[in-house]
């Protein structure tokens, strides 16, 4: 486990659990950690999610969604911008994940959002990860 970036951690946590067929897999919380946690509940690529105070730690506990194959509803889901490799791009240049059918999460200077409401609001960023 790496702890040079966290946010690959996490994703890495949710894309091997959803792919175990898990019910559910914590995380160890921060700010943005959270922020992209909320956006996949909004976008539907997970049922819910909770903070929990498990044994003296606070965790962020997801609740992984699968279809009615029980097939998870994450497909993919990939870091774009590393600790060594910044990823940024302006409003007009975000690109499209899986034709519109996938979610761009971006950090702008209004926050934690999706390539889709950054486009917008005409506000670029760093392209934290895809989702599909």
Known sequence: MSQTDPIADMLTKIRNASLANLDKVDIVPSKL????VKILKNEGFIKNFKR???D???VIRVFLKY???QSPV????????TPG???YA???NLPR???GFGTLIVSTSSGVTTGRKASEKKVGGELICSVW
């Open 97 to 99: 994940i899986m034709n």
């Open 90 to 92: 302006g409003y007009k």
């Open 56 to 58: 003296g730690d606070n």
């Open 52 to 54: 929990v105070n498990q």
């Open 85 to 87: 490799r910044r990823v």
């Open 33 to 36: 950690k959270l922020e992209i």
């Open 74 to 81: 994450i497909h993919e889901i990939k870091r774009i911008s």
């Open 67 to 69: 279809d009615e194959r």
